[in-house]
């Protein structure tokens, strides 16, 4: 099975997760070949039609994901649909319980509906909150939103809120995608 993830990582935390799943995928099947682009380098410099699985990983910053996220779903969306294709977000919003998956997180809601690709498996995962990574504005700005949500504001602190085994279960769905379209 040959994999790319195509990856939008703002602070390397998304990135993170695609390689826990490379690592599950691999420990299930040491056949899989993976690749790993940056979406940041837009456009991305693959030939999609040469992956059996194509796997998208983005992070939210202040509400939105990055802009080309968006141009890449739409310019590529009928090779997407034509694949077997997974995405997952990643988030502070889904620390919270009925937050932390596709149809009650509202930022990956919300981009599924903008777009025309149909991804096979979808789901959302919590992110890091890393205050000593950030810099002095998003530092305040980040730590405010997380008072007005009741979260962590600490800012020495460096807190991970990812539940790895909901990216084991995505890790093992992308061995067994179907032809019918699913929501973890």
Not at 84 to 107: C, Q
Not at 152 to 177: G, H, M, N, P
Request: contains cysteine; proline residues 2%.
């Amino acid at each position: 099975m040959n994999i790319a993830f195509i990856i939008s990582s703002r602070f390397g935390y998304t990135k993170k997760i695609a390689n826990f799943i490379a690592n599950e995928l691999m420990k299930i099947n040491s056949a899989c070949t993976i690749s790993f682009f940056n979406l940041e380098e837009y456009p991305i410099a693959c030939n999609l039609s040469s992956y059996d699985v194509i796997v998208v990983g983005a992070s939210i910053r202040y509400g939105h994901f990055h802009k080309n996220l968006y141009r890449f779903s739409q310019e590529y969306a009928d090779v997407l649909n034509q694949k077997k294709t997974a995405f997952y977000a990643v988030n502070l919003v889904a620390r919270t319980e009925g937050k932390n998956n596709p149809d009650s997180n509202i930022y990956t809601r919300k981009f599924l509906q903008k777009i025309l690709w149909k991804p096979d498996v979808i789901d959302v995962f919590a992110g890091e909150l890393n205050y000593p990574l950030y810099g002095f504005f998003d530092k305040q700005a980040i730590r405010l939103i997380m008072k007005l949500t009741g979260g962590d504001t600490d800012t020495s602190q460096k807190i991970e809120y990812t539940d790895w085994e909901q990216v084991k279960r995505f890790a093992k769905c992308l061995l067994y995608l179907n032809d019918e379209k699913s929501v973890l």
